[in-house]
């Protein structure tokens, strides 16, 4: 046989399979499949007592709105207001004790120890008094944020102790759309790209910005959180709304 041709077919033989090899994966689709959304919001907290004490006011009712500032706990703190009373007092008193000492130091007529030791019961009794000063601005809780009442864990004359929860409060208009992506997509995705959420509850469908993509990637069903903003002002929306994540990889707003 022919060198020539031997090597010619052995050529036309290897090629196709040399060349299937080189073949590059099919691109992802720009739809990833169903993804499932949960509405969160970004900023939640229970409100707990500081200290044992009887609640004289608790407001609003649970779904009520309330404004950064207003008063949602009073407590009843007449002991404290009392010990205020005796510890201002007992600084005036001291304070007097101390004026004294020193007039006398003056006249040489009392000891460099007494005169400090009324000075340092003048410390004590202004530091007992802050202490209780302190205590009694816990009396009324006022709230960090504007918001709503989630739940309500205490009522009006009800005794708490140091630590007990007394209500829970969100902001329903601070909210965010929490999934999972598959990990083959992580690379397809940034920060600032949109994607469209379908509400089960309300029927529609918004937009929403990436803000987050989580550090890690679970290992056991290859996914990533993804945190995303929903644009505008929808007061129809309410944290644990859920709904479907419809995201291209591909597009992002301008």
């Known amino acids: 046989m022919n060198p020539i041709y031997f090597w010619a077919v052995l050529a036309g033989l290897i090629w196709p399979l040399v060349a299937a090899g080189q073949e590059t994966a099919p691109p992802l689709p720009l739809a990833p499949p169903e993804l499932r959304a949960e ?4 900023r939640h907290v229970v409100l707990a007592s500081d200290f044992a004490a009887r609640v004289l006011e608790i407001a609003p009712e649970e779904g009520q709105s309330f404004k950064q500032g207003d008063l949602l706990v009073r407590f009843d703190c007449s002991l404290e207001k009392a010990q205020l009373e005796r510890a201002q007092a007992q600084v005036k008193a001291a304070e007097t004790k101390v004026s004294v000492q020193q007039r006398l130091s003056h006249l040489n007529a009392t000891s460099r120890m007494e005169e400090e030791l009324a000075a340092a019961e003048a410390a004590t009794a202004r530091a007992e008094m802050k202490i209780i000063q302190v205590r009694i601005s816990r009396c009324e809780l006022t709230a960090p944020f504007s918001g709503r009442v989630a739940e309500r864990m205490a009522q ?7 630590g007990d929860p007394l209500m829970e409060i969100l902001d329903p208009n601070a909210l965010q759309a929490v999934f ?3 990990s083959r997509y992580l690379s397809h995705l940034a920060k600032g790209d949109a994607f469209k959420i379908h509400i089960d509850e309300t029927s529609a469908t918004y937009t929403a910005l990436v803000t987050a993509i989580g550090a890690r990637i679970d290992a056991l069903s290859q996914s990533v959180k993804i945190v995303g903003r929903i644009t505008g002002d929808h007061p129809e929306l309410l944290p644990g709304m859920s709904g479907q994540a419809a995201l ?6 301008p």
């Open 248 to 253: 291209e990889v591909s597009s992002k707003l």
């Open 156 to 162: 009006p004359h009800q005794y708490v102790k140091a």
């Open 180 to 182: 999972l992506l598959p």
């Open 39 to 42: 509405l969160i919001t970004q």
